[in-house]
Structures are given as C-alpha cells and as structure tokens.
T-cell receptor
Framework: GENVGLHLPTLSVQEGDNSIINCAYS??????FIWYKQESGKGPQFIID?????DKRQGQRVTVLLNKTVKHLSLQIAATQPGDSAVYFC??????????FGAGTTVTVRA | DTAVSQTPKYLVTQMGNDKSIKCEQN?????MYWYKQDSKKFLKIMFS???????INETVPNRFSPKSPDKAHLNLHINSLELGDSAVYFC????????????FGSGTRLTVV
C-alpha cells in the first residue's frame, strides 16, 4: 500500500480462538485509522476506528491497538467465528479526503 | 435503505467502449469518493469530491471523468475502455474530510473484454 501495509496476506484461525491481524504504516502524520472487513462480493465494512491520540479502543469482540512509536496497528478479534472469515484492511487518513489502504489480510476460520 | 448504492453491480463491455457507473448516498454526507480494487484486492483512491468540487485526483488517466451533480451523487464515466480497467470500483462517502469514517457501496465489477 501507500501508507499502510499488512504483515501477513493470510491468517488461518481455529474457531473460538483469538485472531490478531497486524498492520504497519509509514506516514507519521496520519491522524486516524480504520479497520475494515470485506466479505466476498461486498464492499468494505467499517469495523472499528482509532484516532492518533489514543492507544487502544475496544468494540464488540474487537480491539484495535495503536503504537505510534513504531507505527504499528493491530486488530484483535476475540472468540473468532466462521462469520469472521473475510479480508481485513487497515487504512489510514494521512490528510483530509484521503484514506489509504493496505493490501489486506485474508482470514479463514477453521471449524 | 442502502446507505451508498452503486449501479450497475456488474458491467461487461468491449474494449474501446464508453461506460458510466452511478453512485448515490443517502447519509447526508458532503464528500464522496471513487476507489478501484484490483485483482489482488488492493484498494486505491481515484477521486474525492467535497460539496460537488473535485478535491483529489490521484493521477487517474483522463479517460476517467467523475461528475458530481449534487452532494448525494457521484458518477464515473470511462471513455475508450481498456483491458487494464477491469476491476471492482467502489463508491464511498464521508462527512467532511473523513474523521468519522467512510461508508462504502457494494461495488461495481467492470470486466473489459
């Protein structure tokens, strides 16, 4: 990607386990980060966001961690379910009106 | 109610043709975008419009011409289609510069043969 990148293109997870998806970004001026989930044949769906003045944010079964020192972002999914199988993207807002995406991590949940 | 809707969902056309994709949002947002997703799932911004004005044009060939008749609509017209234009095109919207998130449509899969 331009400003963000994901460490692994694929992740296989046993149902019920926790998943961690990692992302590195390069633009230290980025002030807002979003994780998206994209299911086959659908558009990216907002999961959770975090602003640069925060280190951690929790949602329902998901947690986003931001480490600005090393420019690293992660998404943790608790108790992964079959419906969590999808491609996950991190994105950063480096300036107004522009959201840049990483290449995506394909998560496959094993029953 | 679909927040961001695109038509058509699928578009198959021959090289050299001209085609349009339409997008409408009912979220009351003032900014709209076109993104292109290639075969490797990489999403890249093409254009962004704020209050009908072009804000970002990411070095897209001028065969691509976006038009925003009002804040709720952003259409994409493509002239002289090429094989490399085959991709999934996503429309998105946000309020302002996007500090509260972006909402995406379900995509238009364009196949040029």
């Amino acid at each position: 990607g331009e400003n963000v990148g994901l460490h692994l293109p694929t992740l296989s997870v046993q149902e019920g386990d926790n998943s961690i998806i990692n992302c590195a970004y390069s633009n230290s001026a980025s002030d807002y980060f979003i994780w998206y989930k994209q299911e086959s044949g659908k558009g990216p769906q907002f999961i959770i966001d975090i602003r640069s003045n925060m280190d951690k944010r929790q949602g329902q079964r998901v947690t986003v961690l931001l480490n600005k020192t090393v420019k690293h972002l992660s998404l943790q999914i608790a108790a992964t379910q079959p419906g969590d199988s999808a491609v996950y993207f991190c994105a950063d807002r480096s300036n107004d009106y522009k959201l840049s995406f990483g290449a995506g991590t394909t998560v496959t949940v094993r029953a | 109610d679909t927040a961001v809707s695109q038509t058509p969902k699928y578009l198959v056309t021959q090289m050299g043709n001209d085609k349009s994709i339409k997008c409408e949002q009912n979220l009351g947002h003032d900014t709209m975008y076109w993104y292109k997703q290639d075969s490797k799932k990489f999403l890249k911004i093409m254009f962004s419009y704020n209050n009908k004005e072009l804000i970002i044009n990411e070095t897209v060939p001028n065969r691509f011409s976006p038009k925003s008749p009002d804040k709720a609509h952003l259409n994409l017209h493509i002239n002289s289609l090429e094989l490399g234009d085959s991709a999934v095109y996503f429309c998105a919207s946000s309020q302002g510069g996007g500090v509260t998130g972006y909402t995406f449509g379900s995509g238009t899969r364009l196949t040029v043969v």
